[in-house]
């Protein structure tokens, strides 16, 4: 029995409950990250119970609606920020399944067989312009045969969303961004073994992203 769709409005009550005791700006950041990017059509691809590991998880707001709405077995993740992680820690109830790392190195880690999902959320165009090819050939090699990854990002083709992406991290991040288009995202990963299952779009306040699911082969 296929799962129904997931509504963004279902997101709002447990990402409250999953931020109420973050430092101020990463509740408000939490709270209202339903509104912000495609994590309704995300979840919507992860299978019941998967084993899932979110690369650039920030604060682990993505594993721990996968948590209560996928039941997944293990939601494991990393991110480069050491405050994200740390946020993440003022959630005192008790998931086993929850485990979030942080790292210095962007790129993907050498392994990762033991997860039959992978996602990857708002995080490509943060990488940097040159290194963002070789990161796809990375993360296809470290996952096994069979298995999933759902990556969504900002789309590229859209010339508003495009430039606003830019001036959003220009002046909050003081970050210089390249988001790709989802025709990009396809081929890169078709170049890496990797098959398209599902490609969707949505918009959200200011931003067109897309969502691009595609299976290990």
Not at 42 to 65: H, K, N, P, Q
Not at 133 to 139: G, H, M, Q, T, V
Not at 164 to 183: C, E, G, I
Request: proline share 4%; glycine share 4%; with cysteine.
């Amino acid at each position: 029995m296929t799962n129904p769709p997931i509504k963004r409005k279902q997101l709002a009550p447990l990402l409250d409950e999953y931020s109420r005791a973050m430092p101020l700006i990463y509740r408000t950041k939490v709270a209202n990250r339903h509104i912000i990017g495609a994590f309704h059509l995300v979840l919507d691809s992860i299978s019941e119970g998967a084993r899932l590991f979110d690369i650039g998880c920030g604060t682990g707001a993505l594993l721990y609606l996968a948590i209560k709405l996928r039941h997944v077995e293990l939601a494991h993740g990393y991110d480069l920020s050491r405050e994200a992680i740390e946020a993440s820690q003022s959630f005192k109830g008790e998931l086993l399944q929850l485990k979030l790392m942080h790292r210095t190195e962007m790129l993907p880690p050498q392994d990762l067989s033991s997860y039959d999902v992978v996602t990857m959320v708002d995080v490509l165009h943060h990488v940097a312009s040159p290194i963002q090819d070789a990161f796809i050939s990375r993360l296809a090699r470290c996952m096994s045969s069979g298995a999933v990854l759902i990556l969504a990002d900002i789309e590229g083709a859209n010339l508003f969303s495009n430039a606003t992406a830019r001036l959003h991290d220009l002046v909050l991040n003081k970050q210089l961004v390249r988001p790709r288009t989802s025709a990009e995202v396809v081929d890169m990963l078709k170049l890496n073994g990797m098959q398209i299952a599902s490609i969707s779009w949505c918009w959200s306040v200011i931003f067109k992203s897309f969502v691009i699911t595609a299976k290990k082969t």
